[in-house]
Protein backbone atom coordinates (compact mmCIF):
# COMPACT_ATOMS: atom_id res chain seq x y z
CA UNK A 1 0.00 0.00 0.00
CA UNK A 2 1.10 3.52 -0.70
CA UNK A 3 0.63 6.63 0.85
CA UNK A 4 1.22 10.76 0.25
CA UNK A 5 3.32 12.12 3.28
CA UNK A 6 5.56 15.04 3.60
CA UNK A 7 9.17 14.58 3.29
CA UNK A 8 9.73 15.99 6.50
CA UNK A 9 7.62 12.73 8.12
CA UNK A 10 8.78 10.35 5.96
CA UNK A 11 12.34 9.34 7.78
CA UNK A 12 12.29 5.73 7.94
CA UNK A 13 9.70 5.03 5.72
CA UNK A 14 10.25 3.41 2.39
CA UNK A 15 9.85 4.93 -1.04
CA UNK A 16 7.18 3.89 -3.35
CA UNK A 17 8.62 4.63 -6.98
CA UNK A 18 11.77 6.05 -8.22
CA UNK A 19 12.60 9.65 -8.10
CA UNK A 20 14.24 11.04 -11.12
CA UNK A 21 16.89 14.44 -10.66
CA UNK A 22 16.85 16.73 -13.61
CA UNK A 23 19.95 19.49 -14.24
CA UNK A 24 18.74 20.72 -17.66
CA UNK A 25 21.48 20.16 -20.05
CA UNK A 26 23.83 18.04 -17.42
CA UNK A 27 21.82 14.89 -15.85
CA UNK A 28 18.84 13.36 -15.84
CA UNK A 29 18.75 9.97 -13.88
CA UNK A 30 17.75 8.22 -10.74
CA UNK A 31 18.36 10.01 -7.12
CA UNK A 32 16.19 7.55 -4.94
CA UNK A 33 15.31 4.03 -6.61
CA UNK A 34 11.98 2.66 -5.38
CA UNK A 35 12.28 1.03 -1.42
CA UNK A 36 14.99 3.29 -0.80
CA UNK A 37 14.26 3.88 3.25
CA UNK A 38 14.18 7.44 3.78
CA UNK A 39 17.41 8.82 5.91
CA UNK A 40 17.30 12.54 7.54
CA UNK A 41 20.41 13.32 5.60
CA UNK A 42 18.27 12.93 2.47
CA UNK A 43 15.12 15.16 2.92
CA UNK A 44 17.94 18.13 1.19
CA UNK A 45 17.94 16.20 -1.85
CA UNK A 46 14.52 15.63 -2.16
CA UNK A 47 13.40 18.82 -1.44
CA UNK A 48 16.42 20.05 -3.76
CA UNK A 49 14.14 18.33 -6.91
CA UNK A 50 10.84 19.75 -5.93
CA UNK A 51 9.61 16.56 -3.81
CA UNK A 52 7.48 17.96 -0.66
CA UNK A 53 5.52 15.43 -0.31
CA UNK A 54 6.38 11.46 -1.59
CA UNK A 55 4.46 8.46 -1.67
CA UNK A 56 5.86 5.54 1.01
CA UNK A 57 5.01 2.15 0.79
CA UNK A 58 3.90 0.34 3.65
CA UNK A 59 4.44 -3.48 3.57
CA UNK A 60 1.32 -5.65 5.14
CA UNK A 61 1.56 -8.77 7.23
CA UNK A 62 3.20 -11.99 5.06
CA UNK A 63 4.06 -8.96 2.10
CA UNK A 64 7.38 -8.65 0.41
CA UNK A 65 9.01 -5.65 -1.47
CA UNK A 66 9.94 -6.43 -5.17
CA UNK A 67 13.78 -6.40 -3.91
CA UNK A 68 13.21 -8.56 -1.05
CA UNK A 69 11.11 -11.15 -3.42
CA UNK A 70 13.92 -10.90 -5.94
CA UNK A 71 16.64 -11.70 -3.98
CA UNK A 72 15.02 -14.29 -2.18
CA UNK A 73 14.71 -16.00 -5.79
CA UNK A 74 17.78 -15.32 -6.91
CA UNK A 75 19.37 -17.07 -3.97
CA UNK A 76 16.47 -20.12 -4.60
CA UNK A 77 17.79 -20.70 -8.09
CA UNK A 78 21.15 -19.53 -7.98
CA UNK A 79 23.65 -22.77 -7.57
CA UNK A 80 27.39 -22.70 -7.46
CA UNK A 81 28.03 -22.69 -10.65
CA UNK A 82 26.68 -19.34 -11.00
CA UNK A 83 26.19 -15.54 -9.47
CA UNK A 84 24.15 -12.58 -9.24
CA UNK A 85 23.94 -8.88 -8.45
CA UNK A 86 21.71 -6.77 -6.08
CA UNK A 87 18.68 -6.48 -7.64
CA UNK A 88 18.28 -3.65 -10.75
CA UNK A 89 14.66 -2.12 -11.00
CA UNK A 90 13.04 -5.23 -9.18
CA UNK A 91 15.29 -7.71 -11.62
CA UNK A 92 18.15 -9.89 -10.66
CA UNK A 93 20.07 -11.95 -13.66
CA UNK A 94 21.83 -15.06 -13.36
CA UNK A 95 25.02 -15.20 -14.70
CA UNK A 96 27.59 -18.44 -15.48
CA UNK A 97 30.37 -18.42 -13.45
CA UNK A 98 32.09 -20.66 -15.85
CA UNK A 99 31.72 -22.27 -19.69
CA UNK A 100 29.42 -25.41 -19.81
CA UNK A 101 25.95 -26.30 -21.50
CA UNK A 102 23.10 -24.90 -19.70
CA UNK A 103 20.36 -27.39 -18.71
CA UNK A 104 17.02 -26.21 -18.13
CA UNK A 105 14.38 -28.04 -15.37
CA UNK A 106 11.63 -26.87 -18.20
CA UNK A 107 8.52 -28.49 -16.57
CA UNK A 108 9.85 -26.85 -13.11
CA UNK A 109 10.48 -23.49 -14.88
CA UNK A 110 6.81 -24.03 -16.33
CA UNK A 111 5.73 -24.82 -12.75
CA UNK A 112 7.42 -21.20 -11.11
CA UNK A 113 5.56 -19.03 -14.23
CA UNK A 114 2.08 -20.60 -13.34
CA UNK A 115 2.53 -18.87 -10.07
CA UNK A 116 0.61 -15.54 -10.82
CA UNK A 117 2.65 -12.14 -10.80
CA UNK A 118 6.19 -14.20 -11.13
CA UNK A 119 8.41 -14.31 -13.73
CA UNK A 120 11.46 -16.43 -14.55
CA UNK A 121 12.94 -15.90 -18.26
CA UNK A 122 15.51 -18.36 -19.38
CA UNK A 123 17.58 -19.22 -21.85
CA UNK A 124 17.16 -22.04 -23.45
CA UNK A 125 18.20 -25.53 -22.34
CA UNK A 126 21.57 -26.98 -24.49
CA UNK A 127 22.30 -23.50 -24.79
CA UNK A 128 26.47 -23.49 -24.73
CA UNK A 129 27.43 -20.52 -22.49
CA UNK A 130 30.92 -18.30 -21.63
CA UNK A 131 31.66 -17.11 -18.23
CA UNK A 132 29.59 -13.70 -17.40
CA UNK A 133 26.94 -14.94 -19.78
CA UNK A 134 23.40 -14.32 -18.92
CA UNK A 135 21.26 -17.45 -18.09
CA UNK A 136 18.16 -15.97 -16.41
CA UNK A 137 15.96 -13.15 -15.26
CA UNK A 138 13.72 -12.94 -12.55
CA UNK A 139 11.11 -10.99 -10.46
CA UNK A 140 7.98 -10.63 -9.00
CA UNK A 141 5.43 -8.31 -11.27
CA UNK A 142 3.99 -5.91 -8.88
CA UNK A 143 5.94 -3.55 -6.56
CA UNK A 144 4.67 -5.78 -3.90
CA UNK A 145 3.85 -9.49 -3.61
CA UNK A 146 2.28 -12.12 -1.27
CA UNK A 147 5.21 -13.81 0.00
CA UNK A 148 3.76 -17.41 -0.33
CA UNK A 149 4.32 -16.38 -3.68
CA UNK A 150 7.93 -16.47 -3.14
CA UNK A 151 7.87 -19.28 -0.63
CA UNK A 152 6.30 -21.70 -3.31
CA UNK A 153 9.20 -20.63 -5.98
CA UNK A 154 11.80 -21.43 -3.15
CA UNK A 155 9.79 -24.39 -2.36
CA UNK A 156 10.03 -25.65 -6.05
CA UNK A 157 13.94 -24.60 -6.81
CA UNK A 158 14.64 -27.00 -3.68
CA UNK A 159 13.51 -29.85 -5.17
CA UNK A 160 17.00 -29.77 -6.97
CA UNK A 161 19.10 -26.98 -9.54
CA UNK A 162 16.74 -25.68 -12.11
CA UNK A 163 19.46 -24.44 -14.00
CA UNK A 164 23.25 -26.13 -14.46
CA UNK A 165 25.55 -26.23 -16.44
CA UNK A 166 27.35 -29.10 -17.67
CA UNK A 167 31.23 -28.29 -18.43
CA UNK A 168 32.91 -28.85 -21.60
CA UNK A 169 35.28 -31.73 -21.86
CA UNK A 170 38.73 -30.33 -23.92
CA UNK A 171 38.85 -33.63 -26.52
CA UNK A 172 41.45 -34.81 -28.83
CA UNK A 173 40.14 -34.56 -32.39
CA UNK A 174 41.34 -36.20 -35.45
CA UNK A 175 40.01 -34.39 -39.18
CA UNK A 176 39.42 -36.78 -41.66
CA UNK A 177 39.53 -34.98 -45.15
CA UNK A 178 37.84 -36.70 -47.88
CA UNK A 179 37.77 -35.70 -51.86
CA UNK A 180 40.70 -36.86 -54.65
CA UNK A 181 40.37 -33.45 -55.52
CA UNK A 182 41.71 -32.12 -51.94
CA UNK A 183 44.13 -35.40 -52.24
CA UNK A 184 45.81 -33.84 -55.32
CA UNK A 185 45.92 -30.32 -54.51
CA UNK A 186 43.72 -29.14 -57.03
CA UNK A 187 41.47 -27.19 -54.83
CA UNK A 188 42.07 -25.96 -51.60
CA UNK A 189 41.07 -27.79 -48.06
CA UNK A 190 38.31 -25.36 -46.07
CA UNK A 191 37.34 -27.59 -43.93
CA UNK A 192 40.30 -27.98 -41.82
CA UNK A 193 40.30 -23.81 -40.45
CA UNK A 194 36.70 -24.31 -39.85
CA UNK A 195 36.45 -26.79 -37.78
CA UNK A 196 39.50 -25.89 -35.62
CA UNK A 197 38.14 -22.22 -35.16
CA UNK A 198 34.73 -23.90 -33.88
CA UNK A 199 36.78 -26.66 -31.52
CA UNK A 200 38.91 -24.06 -30.17
CA UNK A 201 36.08 -22.20 -29.03
CA UNK A 202 35.30 -25.03 -26.45
CA UNK A 203 38.95 -25.81 -25.27
CA UNK A 204 39.30 -29.12 -27.59
CA UNK A 205 42.59 -29.05 -29.99
CA UNK A 206 42.80 -30.94 -33.49
CA UNK A 207 45.65 -33.99 -32.77
CA UNK A 208 45.85 -33.97 -36.75
CA UNK A 209 44.54 -34.06 -40.38
CA UNK A 210 44.71 -36.84 -42.84
CA UNK A 211 43.49 -35.89 -46.24
CA UNK A 212 42.66 -39.24 -48.35
CA UNK A 213 40.71 -39.84 -51.62
CA UNK A 214 37.22 -41.30 -52.18
CA UNK A 215 37.73 -45.21 -51.65
CA UNK A 216 35.74 -46.16 -48.62
CA UNK A 217 38.52 -48.22 -47.26
CA UNK A 218 40.48 -45.37 -46.81
CA UNK A 219 38.28 -43.04 -45.55
CA UNK A 220 37.05 -46.08 -42.61
CA UNK A 221 41.19 -46.81 -41.96
CA UNK A 222 41.54 -42.79 -41.33
CA UNK A 223 39.25 -43.09 -38.72
CA UNK A 224 39.99 -45.84 -37.08
CA UNK A 225 43.74 -44.80 -37.34
CA UNK A 226 42.66 -41.59 -35.23
CA UNK A 227 40.89 -43.66 -32.37
CA UNK A 228 44.09 -45.78 -31.96
CA UNK A 229 46.07 -43.10 -31.92
CA UNK A 230 44.12 -41.39 -28.65
CA UNK A 231 41.49 -39.29 -30.25
CA UNK A 232 38.08 -38.26 -28.81
CA UNK A 233 35.76 -38.05 -31.80
CA UNK A 234 36.61 -37.86 -35.35
CA UNK A 235 35.30 -35.48 -37.82
CA UNK A 236 35.00 -36.17 -41.38
CA UNK A 237 34.88 -33.59 -43.92
CA UNK A 238 33.39 -33.92 -47.42
CA UNK A 239 32.05 -36.16 -49.48
CA UNK A 240 28.27 -36.15 -47.94
CA UNK A 241 25.96 -35.64 -50.74
CA UNK A 242 24.46 -38.42 -53.01
CA UNK A 243 26.84 -37.97 -56.18
CA UNK A 244 28.50 -41.39 -56.98
CA UNK A 245 31.71 -39.96 -55.76
CA UNK A 246 30.69 -39.12 -52.17
CA UNK A 247 31.33 -42.10 -50.06
CA UNK A 248 32.26 -40.21 -46.70
CA UNK A 249 28.60 -41.88 -45.44
CA UNK A 250 29.55 -45.44 -46.74
CA UNK A 251 32.60 -45.30 -44.69
CA UNK A 252 31.22 -44.14 -41.44
CA UNK A 253 28.97 -46.92 -41.75
CA UNK A 254 31.40 -49.01 -42.07
CA UNK A 255 34.05 -47.88 -38.85
CA UNK A 256 31.04 -47.05 -36.89
CA UNK A 257 29.49 -49.45 -33.62
CA UNK A 258 26.18 -46.97 -33.82
CA UNK A 259 24.81 -44.95 -36.51
CA UNK A 260 22.97 -42.35 -35.01
CA UNK A 261 21.37 -40.74 -38.12
CA UNK A 262 22.34 -39.80 -42.06
CA UNK A 263 20.49 -36.72 -42.44
CA UNK A 264 19.36 -34.12 -39.91
CA UNK A 265 15.86 -31.81 -40.08
CA UNK A 266 17.79 -29.57 -39.77
CA UNK A 267 18.84 -26.35 -42.29
CA UNK A 268 21.34 -25.76 -42.99
CA UNK A 269 22.99 -28.86 -42.24
CA UNK A 270 20.41 -31.60 -43.14
CA UNK A 271 23.04 -33.79 -44.72
CA UNK A 272 25.01 -34.23 -41.76
CA UNK A 273 25.44 -37.58 -39.94
CA UNK A 274 26.51 -38.67 -36.59
CA UNK A 275 27.69 -41.93 -35.49
CA UNK A 276 29.51 -43.78 -32.68
CA UNK A 277 32.35 -46.55 -32.79
CA UNK A 278 32.15 -47.85 -28.85
CA UNK A 279 32.27 -44.40 -26.92
CA UNK A 280 33.72 -41.79 -29.69
CA UNK A 281 31.67 -39.85 -31.84
CA UNK A 282 32.22 -39.70 -35.64
CA UNK A 283 30.28 -36.60 -37.17
CA UNK A 284 30.18 -36.06 -41.35
CA UNK A 285 30.12 -32.63 -42.31
CA UNK A 286 28.46 -31.36 -45.10
CA UNK A 287 29.86 -28.31 -47.09
CA UNK A 288 27.72 -25.58 -45.04
CA UNK A 289 29.64 -26.47 -42.39
CA UNK A 290 32.23 -23.67 -44.11
CA UNK A 291 29.84 -21.07 -45.58
CA UNK A 292 27.38 -20.81 -42.55
CA UNK A 293 27.55 -19.49 -39.47
CA UNK A 294 25.47 -22.18 -37.60
CA UNK A 295 24.27 -25.04 -38.90
CA UNK A 296 23.35 -28.81 -37.26
CA UNK A 297 26.97 -29.06 -36.34
CA UNK A 298 26.56 -25.76 -34.20
CA UNK A 299 23.65 -27.16 -32.01
CA UNK A 300 25.22 -30.95 -31.91
CA UNK A 301 28.89 -30.30 -30.70
CA UNK A 302 28.31 -28.67 -27.97
CA UNK A 303 26.14 -31.38 -26.59
CA UNK A 304 29.05 -33.92 -27.16
CA UNK A 305 31.58 -31.76 -25.72
CA UNK A 306 29.40 -32.03 -22.50
CA UNK A 307 29.63 -35.12 -22.39
CA UNK A 308 26.00 -36.27 -23.79
CA UNK A 309 25.66 -38.75 -26.02
CA UNK A 310 22.94 -38.34 -28.81
CA UNK A 311 19.81 -40.14 -29.74
CA UNK A 312 18.10 -40.65 -32.58
CA UNK A 313 14.86 -39.18 -31.37
CA UNK A 314 16.81 -36.42 -29.86
CA UNK A 315 17.62 -35.86 -33.74
CA UNK A 316 14.37 -36.03 -34.75
CA UNK A 317 13.08 -33.49 -32.58
CA UNK A 318 15.57 -30.95 -33.73
CA UNK A 319 13.01 -30.50 -37.05
CA UNK A 320 10.78 -28.20 -34.27
CA UNK A 321 12.93 -24.88 -34.49
CA UNK A 322 15.63 -26.38 -37.08
CA UNK A 323 15.06 -23.61 -39.65
CA UNK A 324 18.10 -21.68 -38.61
Given at each position: ?????????????R??????????G???G???????????E?????????????????L??????????????????????????????????????????L?V?????F???????????????????????????????????A?????????????????????F?????????TG?????????????????????????????Q?????R?????N??????????????C?????????????????????????????????S??????????????????????????????????????????????????????
Amino acid sequence: MKKEVRVEDAIGMRLAHDLTRIVPGEFKGRAFRKGHVIREEDIPALLNIGKEHIYILELSAGELHEDEAAMRMGRALCSDQMRFEEPHEGKVVLQAERPGLLKVDEERLFAINMIDEIAVVSRKTDTPLQAGDKIAGLRAIPLTIAEAKVAEVERIASEGDLFAIKPFRRLQVGVVTTGSEVLTGRIEDKFGPRVREKLERFGSQVIGQQIVGDRVEDIENAIISFQESGADMVLCTGGMSVDPDDRTPGAIRRAATEVVSYGMPVLPGSMMMLAYRGEMPIFGLPGCVIFDEFTSFDILLPRVLAGERVTRSEVARLGHGGLL
